[in-house]
Nanobody, 122 residues
């Protein structure tokens, strides 16, 4: 079994900061690409940021310069530092990762966390 558990969400005022964490646990050999997505009420889930195993990153235009994705491979954890938050950043944030479970099997599967709510409001 593999689990992704997000944490760090909450209520913050506009202009504030939050740091989200996504910890992977279970039978894991390696994590390839990982990313953060978000879904606001009535909207489709959208990519926020993604990071490869080598550390290359890409971001949605709406968060460039404000959000930073990073990873700690030793801890199987991915982070999203969110600064200068805006009300339009309000959403449930989901972690996603492409995980290889076994050394003897190169197959990767995608996994999702349960989501963490981020609310930006005064």
């Amino acid at each position: 079994q593999v689990q992704l558990v997000e944490s760090g969400g909450g209520l913050v005022q506009p202009g504030g900061s939050l740091r989200l964490s996504c910890a992977a646990s279970g039978s894991i050999f390696s994590i390839n690409a990982a990313g953060w997505y978000r879904q606001a009420p009535g909207k489709q889930r959208e990519l926020v940021a993604r990071i490869t195993s080598g550390g290359s990153t890409n971001y949605a235009d709406s968060v460039k310069g404000r959000f930073t994705i990073s990873r700690d491979n030793a801890k199987n954890t991915v982070y999203l530092q969110m600064n200068s938050l805006k009300p339009e950043d309000t959403a449930v944030y989901y972690c996603n990762a492409d995980i290889r479970r076994w050394a003897w099997n190169p197959r990767e599967s995608g996994y999702w966390g349960q989501g963490t709510q981020v609310t930006v409001s005064s």
